[in-house]
Nanobody, 126 residues
């Protein structure tokens, strides 16, 4: 049984930075696309960023492009999200996820991701 566990969330002032980590256990995801999603209070869960396993292609949501950086370490079976220039509207629970059906491409559709972490809270104060 695969498990994904996020860490690194917390409270930060606007303009600050946080680095989220997501460690997988129970199986490796070295080939599969890994992604980050977030859900703000009262809103639907939305795509943030993802990185493929076989060719390291990345994709970002428009509102985080240029501020967030996704990366992965296949030896550690971990995916990271470096978040810079944080804004109050980035406040959300952040989830990592794995798409076992994709190695070279990225879907922003959360229904394509079969494995999910429990989420980590990120709060950005103004």
């Amino acid at each position: 049984q695969a498990h994904m566990v996020e860490s690194g969330g917390g409270l930060v002032q606007a303009g600050g930075s946080l680095r989220l980590s997501c460690a997988a256990s129970g199986r490796t995801f070295e080939k599969e696309t890994l992604g980050w999603f977030r859900q703000a209070p009262g809103k639907e869960r939305e795509f943030v960023a993802a990185v493929t396993g076989k060719n390291s292609v990345v994709k970002y949501a428009d509102d985080v492009k240029g501020r967030f950086i996704i990366s992965r370490d296949n030896v550690e079976n971990t995916v990271y999200l470096q978040m810079n220039s944080l804004k109050p509207e980035d406040t959300a629970v952040y989830y990592c996820a794995a798409d076992p059906g994709r190695y070279y491409t990225i879907s922003s559709d959360q229904a394509q991701y079969d494995y999910w972490g429990q989420g980590t809270q990120v709060t950005v104060s103004s």
